[in-house]
């Protein structure tokens, strides 16, 4: 099983670009969720999905959007990137709580 | 909103050496999982507790999750190199996670 697979692995855009951060799960989870990482802030979640169809927002969702139309497939999209989004983004999935997760080997995006 | 609170933000240590790590709550989890987060890499599940007062041991590694479910340890026995890492413990909340700022363990041969 490939697990939670993201891409690309790294990203340099413009400020005012727009892109798409890709995540797949081939493990049949219901549960998946974006999250950032930044140095002294920790892991925070933007926005998670507890089945297809279903999506809601966490602590920082502002600038990112989220559609989940497969079990499979949960892309973040950035729609006009600023340099606050300078960041590293994990996605995860779960069967479920309080299953744990399963982490991607996150997106390095710089925002310039 | 459930705060975690980790302690301590940074260990470091001898190989040979034991570690405790500390995650709390002001409220109930629900359940409480910890990770390892190696460098360049996603956290790695480690072990998930539900029930008030269990126990979970992993090699060297033991977890306990409090009576009242509002706190929760990690314990090191015998550090190796290979220890070193950020340890996470994260609150789920049926699909909405919470973080503990993490616990970097740095293992000196």
């Known amino acids: 099983n490939a697990g939670v697979t993201q891409t690309p692995k790294f990203q340099v855009l413009k400020t005012g670009q727009s892109m798409t951060l890709q995540c797949a799960q081939d493990?049949?989870?219901?549960?998946m969720s974006w999250y950032r990482q930044d140095p002294g802030m920790g892991l925070r979640l933007i926005h998670y999905?507890?089945?297809?169809?279903?999506?809601d927002q966490g602590e920082v969702p502002n600038g990112y959007n989220v559609s989940r139309s497969t079990t499979e497939d949960f892309p973040l999209r950035l729609l006009s990137a600023a340099p606050s989004q300078t960041s590293v983004y994990f996605c995860a999935s779960s069967p479920g709580s309080p299953s744990g997760y399963t982490f991607g080997s996150g997106t390095r995006l710089t925002v310039v | 909103t459930q705060l975690l609170e980790q302690s301590p933000q940074f260990l470091s240590i001898q190989e040979g050496e034991n570690l405790t790590v500390y995650c709390n709550s002001s409220s109930v989890f629900s359940s409480l999982q910890w990770y390892r987060q190696e460098p360049g890499e996603g956290p790695v599940l480690l072990v998930t507790?539900?029930?008030?007062?269990e126990v979970k041991k992993l090699k060297r590694l033991t977890f306990q999750f409090g009576d009242a479910r509002k706190d929760s340890s990690l314990h090191i026995t015998a550090a190796q190199t290979g220890d070193t890492g950020l340890y996470l413990c994260?609150?789920?909340?049926?699909?909405?996670?919470?973080f503990g700022a993490g616990t970097q363990v740095v293992v000196t041969p």
């Open positions: 994260i609150s789920d909340s049926w699909g909405k996670l919470q």
């Open positions: 493990m049949n989870h219901e549960y």
């Open positions: 999905s507890v089945g297809a169809g279903i999506t």
């Open positions: 507790v539900v029930t008030g007062g």
